[in-house]
Nanobody, 120 residues
Framework: QVQLVESGGGLVQAGGSLRLSCVAS????????MGWYRQGPGKRRELVAT???????NSADSVKGRFTISRDNAKNTVYLQMNSLKPEDTAVYYC??????????????WGQGTQVTVSS
């Protein structure tokens, strides 16, 4: 019913930048909170940043000042601008969205993930 497709991952040197995008599609009436999570090698999935439908944001301490989350409600898209990347940012990054369907039921959806690798 809802598909989230991420893009923008890749290999970058430490200190570099990447911009992730995630587009939601399907039987969408509206989207509440959207966010980015990541899972590094041998680690549990962790929150990176979230943004509400009115633009309130929350982010992990480890990325504050370096990553910026934003969204375009008209395009059902959320972005993650990642600057000053560090090797410890290496992970699979997952998009998440709390979606209200056209049936008015709510689902929590995940993307398939996009790999970000930061070399030292």
């Amino acid at each position: 019913q809802v598909q989230l497709v991420e893009s923008g991952g890749g290999l970058v040197q430490a200190g570099g930048s990447l911009r992730l995008s995630c587009v939601a599609s399907g039987s969408i009436f509206s989207i509440n909170t959207m966010g980015w999570y990541r899972q590094g090698p041998g680690k549990r999935r962790e929150l990176v940043a979230t943004i509400t439908s009115v633009g309130n944001t929350n982010s992990a301490d480890s990325v504050k000042g370096r990553f910026t989350i934003s969204r375009d409600n008209a395009k059902n898209t959320v972005y993650l601008q990642m600057n000053s990347l560090k090797p410890e940012d290496t992970a699979v990054y997952y998009c998440n969205a709390e979606v209200i369907l056209t049936t008015r039921s709510q689902v929590n959806s995940w993307g398939q993930g996009t790999q970000v690798t930061v070399s030292s």
